[in-house]
């Protein structure tokens, strides 16, 4: 199969969908890999790194996505790129149609076949393809409202760990999965006091058990969010409903109700966010103030540590790639479940019940 690789044009977006070492599997598989020039640097990978891992250096995007049968990228086609899109063009990235009725037009008049990283779903409910951005995005997520919370950023001016004598910020993590647990992880780490809610007591179980119970674990329901948003220095939203657009779990009189200065870092904002108040940011202006609080609400957090995050991404989606790349689309959904539920567009229709019942579009499973 011939791949493509674009270099990404989404606002600071430094990664790119395949390392070196990826290509060099592809190659090694009898496939032809076309990158275009300078696609890695962001991410420390140069022109000369593809080319001696057997892939060819395309210079113009134009060429890269005409003459590729499968389109590897990281984010979902922006304005500039739907043009590109074509019948039966195999598009593997992250989508988030759920919350992006333009680009989920766009696919289905191009007729494309869609693959969603987010989407991919193993038979235990986990996101094989989500999880390695989403444990990035957790772990910044402090980083991050830890910036927000700075006066000059309009924040409180509290500092994440406290010192000893002052109390440290406290800090509620709506959702327990995979960026919750890592935003947890690194906030009990750094000694701020945590609270973790949830709706899955499997979930919270196993993260009490993780951080030997340093971190307070709730039952998510109204009451237990609004009580705690309201005490919060920092809240971290990291909800996911898988395909469907995240539930707003924070109302603007929630937000109007905390600490004035506090900060929200709404990591689920890919998928429309779950505070009321969240608007997408990106990473030249990553936060805005509303209702005094502040908000950071960028939707491609990890591409702001792109080194990491191309390597992390490139270790989940291989396997995927170079099944898809082996036996072709219809074939590799055929066999492999994983694949299936990717599959987000087909032939001009939603395939993925959750993105279509989202968007309020009928859907069909593919035979
Ligand atoms: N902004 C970014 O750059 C970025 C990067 C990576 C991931 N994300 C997003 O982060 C979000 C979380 O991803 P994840 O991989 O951690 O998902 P996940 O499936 O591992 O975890 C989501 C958790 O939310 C919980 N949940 C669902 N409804 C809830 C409710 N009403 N109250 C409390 N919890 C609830 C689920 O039970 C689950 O434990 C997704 O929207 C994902 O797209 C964003």
Request: charged content about 20%; glycine content about 10%.
């Amino acid at each position: 199969m011939i791949i493509g690789v674009p270099k990404e044009i989404k606002t600071a977006e430094r990664r790119v969908a395949l390392t070196p070492a990826g290509a060099r599997s592809l190659t090694a598989a009898s496939h032809t890999v076309f990158v275009e020039t300078t696609a890695g640097e962001g991410s420390g990978f140069e022109d000369d790194l593809y080319l001696a891992a057997g892939a060819e250096i395309r210079p113009e995007a134009d060429q890269v996505w005409n003459e590729a049968e499968m389109i590897l990228k990281v984010k979902e086609p922006i304005a500039p790129e739907f043009d590109r899109m074509r019948p039966g063009l195999i598009l593997f990235t992250y989508l988030h149609l759920a919350a992006a009725a333009d680009l989920t037009a766009r696919l289905l008049a191009a007729r494309v076949v869609g693959l969603a990283y987010e989407t991919f779903q193993r038979s235990d409910g986990s996101l094989p393809l989500l999880a390695p951005m989403s444990a990035v995005a957790g772990r910044l997520s402090l980083q991050a409202g830890a910036y927000a919370l700075e006066t000059n950023n309009g924040g409180r001016g509290v500092l994440l760990s406290g010192v000893p004598g002052v109390r440290p910020a406290k800090v509620v993590i709506l959702g327990a999965g995979v960026a919750g647990l890592n935003a947890c992880l690194v906030a009990v780490g750094i000694g701020a006091r945590v609270c973790v809610l949830d709706i899955n007591q499997d979930r919270l179980e196993a993260l009490s058990h993780l951080t030997s119970g340093r971190a307070v674990t709730l039952m998510s329901n109204e009451v237990n969010v609004e009580e705690e948003v309201s005490r919060a220095d920092l809240v971290i939203g990291s909800v996911l409903i898988p395909g469907a657009r995240a539930p707003k779990l924070v109302s603007r009189e929630m937000v109007g109700g905390m600490k004035p200065g506090a900060a929200i870092v709404d990591i689920s904002i890919d998928q429309g966010g779950c505070c009321e108040t969240s608007c997408a940011t990106n990473h030249f202006e990553p936060t805005y103030v509303e209702q005094g609080v502040v908000h950071y609400c960028v939707t491609n957090m990890p591409g702001v540590v792109p080194r990491t995050s191309t390597l992390a991404l490139t270790n989940a989606t291989l396997p995927y790639v170079m099944e898809v790349a082996d036996k072709g689309c219809h074939r590799a959904i055929e066999d492999n479940p994983e694949i299936a539920s990717g599959l987000n567009v087909l032939e001009g229709e939603v395939a993925h019940e959750a993105v279509a019942r989202s968007l309020g579009l009928p859907w069909r499973t593919p035979n």
